[in-house]
C-alpha cells in the first residue's frame, strides 16, 4: 500500500533547464550594491530554484525579494519571491528554492503559457 | 491563475476573467472537477491582488493562495497542518462564497469585519472582503511588522490597502540595510563602495586633465595598466580598445573610471546580455551629463581563461544605448537614493 503524504502531493512538476537557459536577475537594493543573476535550475507553477555562484552568499530563508525578473528564451517574467530552501550545491554553489509571486496576471498568463510549452516540449 | 486541487493538491488553470463557458475543469492529476464562475476582469485582478497579499503573509504558493481564498481549501491543508480534505461527491465552485459580503466596500452591508478597517473601506482603498479576510487590523500590521521588518507607518498603509505589500518592501529595500546581508554581492569587487569608485574615477578624470600619471593611467599608448587584476588597454591615440577584468562588474567599473568624460560615468550594473547565454553581459553605465538614456558595453567571458573583456582590443570601445530591458532594470535604481523616504 503507497501512502502519499501532503508534502508528496503538492509537489508540483518540475521544468529542468540546461545550464544557462533561464536566468533570474535580483536587482540590488541600492546603487552601490550589485544585482544579482543566477541560472535557473527549474521552475514550476508555483516556485523556482536557481543556483549562485560561489563566493554569493546564500539569502536567508523566509526573505521575500520584491522585484526580480525571470528570463526563459523569451518570455520574461516578473514578480517577487519568497526565500524557502538554500542549500550548498556543487562546486561551492548554493542552491535556493522560493516561492514565485508573479507580478500580475499578465505574467500569471505568461507563466501557463510557458508551463504548458514546456509540458508540450516535454 | 493556478489553483491548488482540493482533492489531490495539483495545480488546476483556471481563468476567472474568461469562466470556462460553463464547462467543467477537472484536474488532470486526480480528475476532480471544478465549475468556474466568470468574474468581471476588475474583480478577478482584485482577488489576484488579494491573493498576492495572503500568499507573501502566510508563506504559501499562488495556487495555494487562489485555493483558499476561493473556500475549496483552509489555509491548514496548505500548510500541511490538517488533514487532508474527503472528496467531493459534486463539482465544486471555483467561486467566492456567496455569505462573505459584497466587493464593493460599502460598509452598509452585514458584515463583520475589524471595525478599524472602516476607515480604509470607506474610503474605498480596501473592500469589505478584503477587510474580512485580513482580520484584525492591528494583528495583520503587526505580522507585516514582524516579518518583513516594515515600519509601522508602511504596515498600516498595507494593511488597509493604500499601498501595495511589494510596493512596501520595495520602499524598505531601499533604505534599509539589506535584510540578510543576503545578497551584498561584492564578489572581490576591486573597488569596495560607491564613494570609492566616484573618487576614483574624479582622480583618474583629474589626472587625465592634468596629463600627470601617465606612467600608470591606463590612457598611455598602447599600455596596460594593472589596477586591481582589471587591464584597460588603449590604442595610440589614447582610445580604450580593450578592458579586461575577473568579473563583468570590475570590467564594467574599469571602463567608466577610464573613459575621459567631463563628468564620470557611473557604473550601475550588469545583466544578462542574450536569452540564456550567460557568457555575454551587458553592463549598464549612466553618463551623468545625459541622463535621459542609459548606456551599456557587451561583456564576454573568455571560455578557457575566465576572464572577462569588453571590446575587440583594436577598434575603440564605445558604450552604445542600453536595450530597453536594461533601461527598465536600472532607471529605478539610479534614481533609488532620492525617491526612497
Known amino acids: ?122 | 491563475m493556478f489553483i491548488r486541487c482540493a482533492k489531490c493538491h495539483g495545480s488546476v488553470w483556471l481563468d476567472l476573467a474568461r469562466g470556462s463557458l460553463d464547462a467543467l475543469l477537472t484536474c488532470e492529476g486526480c480528475g476532480q472537477a471544478y465549475k468556474p464562475q466568470r468574474w468581471s476582469s476588475d474583480a478577478a485582478e482584485e482577488f489576484r491582488q488579494n491573493a498576492h497579499i495572503f500568499a507573501i503573509e502566510n508563506g504559501i504558493d499562488m495556487p495555494g493562495a487562489f485555493s483558499v481564498l476561493l473556500g475549496l481549501m483552509t489555509l491548514g491543508q496548505v500548510l500541511d497542518v490538517g488533514a487532508a480534505p474527503a472528496p467531493p461527491s459534486a463539482p465544486r465552485s471555483a467561486s467566492m462564497p456567496e455569505d462573505v459580503g459584497d466587493t464593493t466596500g460599502s460598509p452598509a452591508v452585514k458584515i463583520d469585519y475589524d471595525p478599524a478597517f472602516l476607515p480604509a473601506v470607506e474610503a474605498g482603498s480596501l473592500t469589505a472582503r478584503q477587510a474580512l479576510e485580513r482580520g484584525d487590523r492591528e494583528s495583520f500590521a503587526q505580522r507585516l511588522i514582524d516579518r518583513h521588518k516594515m515600519s509601522e507607518e508602511l504596515a498600516y498603509l498595507v494593511a488597509d490597502n493604500r499601498m501595495s505589500l511589494l510596493a512596501a518592501i520595495r520602499s524598505q529595500e531601499g533604505r534599509e540595510e539589506l535584510r540578510a546581508s543576503t545578497i551584498d554581492v561584492r564578489m572581490g569587487t576591486a573597488i569596495p563602495t560607491a564613494q570609492l569608485r566616484r573618487a576614483l574615477a574624479w582622480m583618474l578624470f583629474v589626472a587625465v586633465i592634468l596629463g600627470a600619471g601617465a606612467g600608470w593611467l591606463y590612457l598611455g599608448q598602447d599600455r596596460d595598466a594593472p589596477l586591481d587584476n582589471v587591464t584597460v588597454q588603449t590604442d595610440n591615440k589614447g582610445r580604450i580598445v580593450q578592458v579586461e577584468g575577473p568579473d563583468p562588474r570590475s570590467v564594467l567599473e574599469a571602463y567608466c573610471a577610464a573613459r575621459r568624460t567631463r563628468e564620470p560615468l557611473v557604473p550601475l550594473g550588469v545583466m544578462p546580455a542574450t536569452m540564456g547565454n550567460l557568457r555575454v553581459r551587458v553592463g549598464v553605465l549612466r553618463d551623468p551629463l545625459n541622463k535621459d538614456r542609459l548606456l551599456a558595453i557587451s561583456i564576454r567571458r573568455d571560455r578557457d581563461a575566465s576572464r572577462w573583456f569588453a571590446g575587440d582590443g583594436r577598434a575603440e570601445l564605445h558604450a552604445l544605448r542600453a536595450p530597453d530591458a536594461a533601461t527598465d532594470a536600472f532607471t529605478g535604481l539610479a534614481e533609488a537614493p532620492k525617491d526612497t523616504p
Do not use: W
Request: hydrophobic letters at 40%.
Open chain 1, 1 to 122: 500500500m503507497s501512502v502519499t503524504t501532503e508534502r508528496q502531493r503538492r509537489r508540483d512538476r518540475r521544468f529542468r533547464f540546461r545550464d544557462g537557459s533561464a536566468t533570474i536577475l535580483i536587482p540590488a537594493h541600492r546603487p552601490d550594491e550589485h544585482p544579482i543573476e543566477a541560472a535557473v535550475i527549474d521552475l514550476s507553477v508555483a516556485g523556482i530554484s536557481f543556483e549562485l555562484e560561489p563566493n554569493v552568499p546564500g539569502p536567508e530563508v523566509d526573505t521575500v525579494f520584491g522585484s526580480v525578473t525571470i528570463r526563459v528564451g523569451m518570455c520574461v517574467l516578473e514578480g517577487g519571491i519568497r526565500i524557502k530552501n538554500v542549500v550548498l550545491a556543487g562546486g561551492r554553489r548554493i542552491r535556493v528554492g522560493a516561492l514565485f509571486y508573479p507580478d500580475s496576471g499578465v505574467y500569471e498568463n505568461r507563466l501557463m503559457a510557458l508551463i504548458s510549452g514546456l509540458s508540450v516540449g516535454g
